[in-house]
């Protein structure tokens, strides 16, 4: 068993392989934070100290001891009314208009298994693979009570947090904050690294020194947005890829978030990583229960490359889920670089032939099949195929297609609506809006409401109509703008709405995977707008960014890496001139920045030369050699693109026996400097070959030293070496 409780001293100590979480219950029931890093023995409680702290309450409980205070002392589940004026992770506000809750110890359960989270995405694991460790509190005055969860999953130095809230007093309450996890240090400096962006250039990396006050990242947008990422990581100021101390916590859930980190006056610090505070106030009444959406936790002493595995190996196999969690996934080409708006049955048959005769697996209609649809302005919510554009029945076309020995796939934007669309002319009032005031539009669409059943009810129904006319195998799930005049026809209590948008979401996306459990979800915000673990157990993948430039996509995808598995980030070839930036890359380093992720196409097939066809063919036959080794080997960052001439990075068996490096160079300048890339992960004292050279090399030598990179002119090179021990 993983999560030992020692009635000696009343501490819960929490082991995974390589680490340890340690809290207690104290003598007045607070639950105290003491401990969490590398793997230790023994009660660890004497790290906390007590003295009179000026101006730091004490609660009423240790009389006339002014040292105890919960302003300076470490916690589990810091709440505002116990006198921390930090910032809190659960905020009340009472039947009596009062604010505060004062959580102490009633009980616990240690079990077998992983907890569960009705209605939302978390991490699963079998009873052999995970342990859960339940801790119940209440507050004495007004009967609120907080079950904390803990999910440890040794095997994967991974331990998981959620709550559940439940109103047990006589009056209706309402939840004005509530994050699942808070990490408290009593000392140390640490960096705050977070990954900011925006649409077309997502999860750019930033790494700052934690200073005095609050670092804040979240998103008020009703999704996670392409701003910022709802994964952080607090590292040592030394900490590396390869060596150094950090915490990554990584929220599983798609909507609006908030991360804090913050250094107090003690030079504490703390960090929390949950559901916003702003346009949030969840009403309870009496017997209700919230569920807390679920933040994962993991900590690395062996540098930023362990932190990064533990959470990929983590999302891939104990979130992910579905026929092709575990299988090589279809190979495809989307019709939208190709045609956009602009699409015919009959020309996107002609696309799905040169698709067939260059080895592609499948063929995938974006945009523009249904309703009043030849642009973005008119059509969306109208779930009918247009046969007249097509000019044919959805079915006929989808058995065409797959008659050349290809899949089909098709996109949608369920989410959305135009008001110039037969639904809207229908129900006006079936979409997010503030009665008395215009709406605010976005690619000149609105939002429906999700978090009404009714809505959520039609439109899977209309979905499903479509989804039923033929062997559809892949469905890209798309939605192109933020969440605003979030306000609700069917409740009074707005505070409410945003997150039971989300769960109205989640609701259409678990009955979808389960009518069609065949079908291969790939999720999409404008690319990489909703990119989080949330959408994970759903989506397998999800489509990384809009932007399909190949040095871009260096930089987004870097950043994605830290946090996701490179089975998750959908990642294609596009035509150049690039239609986001303009920028002329060669078809090899298209090819091998794709390979970094899905691997796909996005483009005309019929404009392409002939040598650049037969670059597909090769492109294709490498990426199904590597696809494993892409897919399930150990992923690290060779260089950091944000800082340096190339961007590289390496994917290794987890054996050791193989590795697969990509370089892609930024740069060209006249008598450049030889580039030197150093692998990772090989193992010492083996020798290694590698296969298009035939070179042989000492594995500590290239972990060392590196590799040389050939000398060859023209702009944005890219090369691909693939060693095996010999």
Not at 182 to 197: P, R, T
Not at 402 to 419: A, D, Q, Y
Not at 526 to 533: L, N, S
Request: hydrophobic residues 35%.
């Amino acid at each position: 068993m993983s999560i030992i409780f020692s009635e000696k001293d009343n501490t819960f100590i929490l082991h995974t392989k390589d680490t340890t979480y340690q809290m207690k219950v104290d003598s007045y029931g607070f639950l105290l934070h003491l401990y969490y890093g590398r793997k230790t023995e023994g009660c660890m409680d004497y790290l906390l100290s007590y003295a009179d702290r000026g101006f730091s309450g004490n609660p009423y409980d240790a009389g006339a001891d002014r040292t105890y205070s919960m302003d300076a002392l470490p916690q589990e589940l810091p709440c505002q009314g116990t006198g921390d004026y930090r910032s809190p992770a659960v905020i009340v506000k009472n039947a009596d208009g009062s604010y505060g809750c004062d959580f102490r110890y009633k009980s616990h359960r240690i079990r077998k298994g992983k907890y569960h989270i009705s209605g939302l995405p978390a991490v699963y694991a079998g009873e052999d693979q995970a342990d859960t460790l339940e801790i119940h509190m209440e507050d004495p005055v007004t009967k609120v009570q907080i079950t904390l969860f803990y999910g440890v999953l040794a095997d994967l130095d991974v331990i998981t947090r959620s709550a559940d809230i439940k109103n047990s007093g006589g009056e209706k309450i309402y939840l004005e904050k509530a994050q699942a996890a808070c990490l408290d240090w009593l000392y140390g400096e640490y960096d705050f690294i977070s990954f900011y962006g925006r649409h077309a250039m997502e999860r750019n990396v930033q790494r700052i020194p934690v200073t005095h006050g609050a670092h804040v990242i979240g998103s008020r947008r009703g999704a996670s947005s392409h701003q910022y990422n709802p994964m952080m990581i607090l590292a040592g100021h030394e900490t590396t890829e390869d060596a150094g101390s950090c915490y990554a916590m990584s929220f599983v859930y798609s909507g609006g978030f908030k991360g804090e980190v913050e250094k107090d006056q003690f030079d504490q610090t703390r960090a929390l990583l949950g559901l916003p505070d702003e346009q949030f106030s969840y009403p309870l009444e009496t017997g209700e229960v919230f569920h807390v959406p679920e933040v994962v936790l993991t900590y690395s002493g062996f540098g930023l490359a362990r932190l990064s595995q533990n959470l990929h190996k983590c999302f891939r196999d104990h979130l992910c889920r579905g026929k092709y969690k575990d299988i090589s996934r279809p190979l495809l080409l989307n019709s939208w670089e190709a045609f956009y708006f602009d699409i015919s049955g009959a020309s996107v048959y002609e696309l799905a032939k040169e698709a067939a005769g260059l080895g592609i697996d499948m063929l995938v209609m974006d945009d523009g099949w249904f309703g009043k649809r030849d642009d973005d302005n008119s059509g969306l919510g109208d779930w009918t195929v247009n046969e007249t554009k097509l000019g044919e029945p959805l079915g006929s076309l989808i058995e065409k297609i797959r008659s050349l020995g290809l899949k089909f796939g098709i996109w949608l934007e369920p989410e959305g609506i135009n008001e110039d669309s037969d639904l809207y002319r229908e129900h006006p009032d079936w979409v997010l809006s503030i009665p008395g005031r215009n709406p605010v539009r976005a690619r000149n669409q609105l939002v429906l409401d999700f978090s009404r059943r009714e809505v959520v009810d039609y439109i899977f129904e209309k979905v499903c109509s479509v989804l039923d006319q033929g062997k559809i195998e892949y469905v890209k799930w798309d939605m192109n703008r933020s969440l605003s005049d979030c306000f609700s026809r069917s409740t009074a209590d707005q505070g409410k709405v945003m997150h039971d948008y989300i769960l109205g979401l989640y609701d259409f996306l678990e009955r979808l995977i389960q009518r069609y459990p065949d079908i291969l979800l790939e999720g999409c915000s404008g690319g990489g707008g909703r990119f989080d673990a949330g959408m994970l157990y759903y989506t397998p993948q999800i489509w990384c960014s809009d932007n399909t430039d190949a040095i871009d996509r260096v930089h987004i995808q870097y950043g994605t890496s830290f946090g996701y598995p490179i089975s998750s980030v959908g990642s294609h070839v596009s035509a150049v001139p690039n239609h986001q930036t303009g920028r002329l890359t060669p078809f090899r380093t298209r090819g091998i920045t794709a390979m970094a992720g899905t691997f796909g196409y996005e483009l005309d097939l019929g404009k392409l030369l002939d040598v650049e066809k037969e670059q597909i063919r090769e492109q294709i036959r490498e990426y199904k050699q590597y696809e494993m080794l892409i897919r399930k080997g150990l992923y690290y960052r060779l260089t950091n693109p944000q800082k340096e001439t190339a961007g590289a990075w390496e994917f290794v068996s987890e054996d050791g026996a193989e590795a697969l490096v990509g370089v892609v160079m930024q740069e060209v300048h006249g008598n450049m400097n030889v580039t030197y890339i150093r692998l990772k992960g090989l193992l010492s004292g083996c020798r290694y070959q590698e296969q298009s050279t035939g070179r042989i090399f000492a594995s500590d030598a290239l972990m060392e030293a590196g590799i040389p990179l050939p000398e060859q002119s023209g702009e944005y090179r890219a090369y691909q070496m693939h060693f095996k021990k010999i």
